[in-house]
């Protein structure tokens, strides 16, 4: 049975060990070449595939936080601080 390994790569992909099928999505930091190398071996004999990977940067989604819900009066449902109700120890 054939066993695949990788170096070099970046930690965001893997390869699978029993089919040699690399995947992952490279994180936004990434983005840089890397000397990747790809071993297979029967458990006696060794090769290695040596690559250039360039991970390319990308366009990082901005982050749009939620809009803050409100009641119907135009306030916010929930207050903060202690109010002295249940479970609070008062």
Do not use: C, H, W
């Not at 390869?15 to 006696?44: C, H, M, W």
């Not at 366009?59 to 109010?83: D, H, K, L, R």
């Amino acid at each position: 049975m054939l066993k695949y390994s990788m170096t070099g790569a970046p930690n965001s992909l893997s390869i699978d060990e029993n089919l040699g099928t690399i995947s992952g999505v490279p994180k936004f930091g990434d983005a840089r070449d890397y000397a990747v190398s790809v071993n297979v071996t029967d458990g006696q004999l060794t090769t290695t595939k040596a690559y250039l990977l360039t991970v390319k940067p990308g366009q990082q989604q901005p982050y749009n936080p939620p809009a803050p819900v409100t009641s119907s009066s135009g306030t916010s449902p929930v207050s903060g601080g202690n109010t002295g109700g249940a479970g609070t120890g008062n």
